[in-house]
Each structure stands twice: as structure tokens, then as C-alpha cells.
């Protein structure tokens, strides 16, 4: 499952995902999880940076012992590439 439906929790700060973002941040969570093969990729939040602006999802990985999160960034011009593990 690719999940934004986090993005509505930061209306509260004056922040919200333009419509762009929104859908360019649904189709590359849908391609991360396909690449990674996880079920679920969900939005984290929004990074605010000088140059470009970063959207951040996670995955969490089934693991022994304790499940493993994944961090993705977005910037619109690249795609989500791998930030932690």
C-alpha cells in the first residue's frame, strides 16, 4: 500500500503539499515499494531546505527481532533514493 494520508497532519502548521507534490510523491512512494519490495511506503513529512524542499516517506521491513524502517527522500526532481536505513 502506498500512503499519503499523512499529509493532512500538517495543515496545522501553515504547510501543505501543492497538488504537484501530492501526486508526484504518490507515484514515486508506489514506485519505492514496488523497487523494495516492501507492502507499505508511507509519508513521513516535509523538509524545508535553501535550494529544494524534500518529502520523506518509510517503509518498515519485517526483521528478527524488531521491524526495520527505511527513510526515502523526494525532491521532485530526484526520486526517492534510500537516506537511512
Known sequence: MASISGVS????????????????????????????DVEDVRFWGKMTGKERDYLIAYAVVKAEGFPLKRFFAWCGICFARKIAT
Open 9 to 36: 497532519a500538517l495543515a496545522f502548521s501553515g504547510h501543505q503539499l501543492s497538488p504537484e507534490e501530492a501526486a508526484g510523491l504518490e507515484v514515486a512512494i508506489a514506485k519505492r515499494r514496488l523497487e523494495e
